[in-house]
């Protein structure tokens, strides 16, 4: 799914209108609508369309760095995390003898942005995470058995309670509710992005889930935890 396609999906989901979003983030509608159909050139700048997709991604509950990175890749922006088309081009000037030093130390800087600029202009890699438990009892013995790494991406899990729910939401190893979990009311939605996301209600009968817009039902009865990643909406 490209970035614009994933911005308008969470939108949907989430049941907002362009101009909802526009009166939330003081951004355009028509920058929305360009962000979502994928239309960086409709920006001044690269500049502007990065800074603006951080913006929307954040109010939609997504990630902000990884959308960035994914938009610089699709557009074939120079430095992604920037949002920099291009480098402008450097007066020419002539090198005495009492400039020598520093037009070594410009060649230096040169070669360094270079090489970040290869390094930030290649396709973003997935993340690798180790076997699972069953598979191999430490990253140690997975290694010298082979065991293939298992890559996961992230996922969208949206929960809904019809009765108050007590909750707790670890999302890639944090805390999303601190340690106590919070108390949500009847009808009370809420979205959660991540590669393992783990939630746990008192109340499971009256909670249900959707990972990536699919439906995953009810958690089940009385006090439950569920784990839920990328290969749960392919189940």
Partial sequence: MRVGEALAARRGERGLTIGQASS????????????????VSRFAAPVYAIGHL????EYLGLDADLLATRLAVENRLTRPGLGIGGMPGRPRFVITSSAAGAAGLILLAAAFTAYAWRQMAAPPRPLIVAPEPAASSSPQLAAATGAPAVAR????????????????????GAPQYGSSGRTLAAGTVVYFTGTRIRISSANASATFITVDGR???AMGAGVATRDYTSQTSTQ
């Fill in 24 to 39: 939330a983030t003081h951004i355009r509608a028509d920058q929305l609508l360009a962000l979502e159909e994928g239309e």
């Fill in 54 to 57: 951080r913006t929307y991604a």
């Fill in 153 to 172: 991406n992230p996922v969208v899990v949206g929960v809904r309670v019809t009765e108050i729910a007590w909750i707790n939401v670890v999302v890639d």
């Fill in 215 to 217: 439906s995953a039902g």
